[in-house]
């Protein structure tokens, strides 16, 4: 086959495949998908409702927003769509009639004129699908902004249910992250895990397989609660970006806990540890209050308001309740309270 003839080739191919994207099917997919997103928006958000996720009350109002707005434009992108197709279909009818003569002994200026021709209908296709995806830009970019914080509360809520320990009575999970604990500043002795912080306390959880053989194989599972700060024993927070181009996402704590007066952690994958500080100031503050979709049960508030604190028997200090417990066992002398 001749270099002549080869352009021939490849420019039927090339024009065949913009006669069929001259239909817009890829947007017509992206409308369909967008449609049944929004639609399975409330089902998604209901879920990590279900799994007792109580924070970030504005999800459900963005769902009805989205759901409205896109009810309100989705004809008017539809319509745009299908004016679009009829004129690219005249188009490509148009270019249709050059590339009917073409042939493997056509001269070279006609195979130029058919690249031109080919060009411009590439050049109008993109552009009519850049007009229609520019009628919903904004709206996809909420409604993935929105899936991507719902993906997030899966992903610490996943960590919860795996977590070592349990929350305490009427306690809510806020926010969790991949974290290392810098103890001691030797990054191969500190611990990692995750960082959780709830209404009630900000926990860090060892979690880890230490000990591995080249860096690979074998080694121990590593599973359990370093620390856990009541919310009101954080006296201070600060951030900073450390290391190399500010690489590492260091979070300072000063405390009033006796055992753990400072607490450096790094949270990581790619978590802002501003965004952490904030959030953590928030929760002192009461701030996060605003952000309830679901409120504590009262009668939960009021059992924990009348349990007992100190052991009848002996007068020591009680463990603090777990969600769901019923009775209480004195660590001192063993004597069982019921709630």
């Avoid at 753990?260 to 500080?277: A, L, N, S, Y």
Wanted: charged share 30%.
């Amino acid at each position: 086959m001749t270099d002549l003839a080869n352009d021939v080739h490849q420019l039927r191919q090339k024009f065949d495949s913009c006669a069929e994207s001259a239909g817009l099917s890829s947007i017509n997919r992206e409308i369909s998908d967008i449609s049944t997103r929004i639609e399975t928006l409330g089902t998604e958000i209901q879920e990590v409702r279900s799994r007792g996720y109580a924070f970030r009350s504005y999800l459900e109002n963005k769902a009805a927003v989205l759901k409205n707005h896109w009810s309100d434009i989705r004809q008017r992108v539809q319509e745009a769509a299908d004016e679009e197709i009829s004129s690219l279909r005249t188009e490509v009818k148009r270019a249709e009639f050059r590339f009917r003569r073409l042939n493997d002994s056509v001269a070279e200026p006609e195979v130029a004129a058919a690249k031109e021709v080919l060009e411009e209908l590439e050049n109008k296709i993109d552009a009519a699908e850049k007009r229609i995806q520019d009628m919903y830009a904004t709206l996809k970019n909420d409604m993935n902004a929105t899936f991507s914080q719902l993906h997030e509360i899966n992903w610490c809520l996943d960590q919860k249910d795996e977590a070592s320990f349990d929350l305490l009575a009427g306690e809510s999970l806020f926010l969790a992250a991949k974290a290392e604990w810098v103890a001691s500043g030797n990054s191969k002795q500190d611990p990692d895990g995750i960082i959780f912080l709830t209404d009630q306390r900000l926990i860090f959880e060892q979690k880890e397989t230490t000990g591995k053989r080249l860096g690979l194989f074998g080694g121990k599972k590593e599973q359990e609660v370093e620390w856990a700060l009541p919310i009101h024993e954080i006296d201070d927070v600060s951030a900073e970006n450390k290391g190399f181009l500010g690489g590492k996402d260091m979070l300072y704590l000063e405390t009033s806990s006796g055992k753990h007066p400072r607490i450096t952690v790094e949270v990581k994958g790619g978590v802002d540890c501003k965004f952490w500080q904030k959030q953590i100031q928030r929760m002192i503050s009461g701030d996060t209050a605003n952000e309830r979709a679901i409120e504590p049960d009262p009668e939960l508030i009021e059992q924990l308001r009348n349990a007992p604190t100190a052991c009848h028997v002996c007068g020591g200090t009680l463990p603090r309740i777990v969600a769901g417990q019923l009775q209480v066992d004195c660590e001192y002398c063993g004597a069982i309270i019921r709630i």
